[in-house]
């Protein structure tokens, strides 16, 4: 399974964005399993992929941004 809280401990320490999350960010957070990154053929770009467990935030497993 991992190690419990990794993705939202990551998140929270970074110094650029943990600084934006909130109460509300903890269990969604709590549930999300995995961060990849694919690039385009020419890295000109990039897609995040985050996967989630089972949770009552979201209904999709995988998410794409």
């Known amino acids: 399974m991992g ?3 990794f993705w939202y401990q990551c ?3 970074h110094p650029a964005i943990g600084s934006m999350l909130s109460e509300e ?6 549930a999300l ?3 990849s990154c694919d690039y385009t053929d020419d890295y000109s ?4 992929t985050f996967s989630f467990r089972d949770n009552e935030f979201f209904t999709n497993a ?3 941004a």
């Open 45 to 48: 770009g990039f897609k995040l």
């Open 62 to 64: 995988v998410s794409e």
């Open 3 to 5: 190690i419990p809280g």
């Open 11 to 13: 998140i929270a320490n």
């Open 33 to 35: 399993t995995n961060i």
């Open 25 to 30: 960010d903890l269990g969604p957070l709590e």
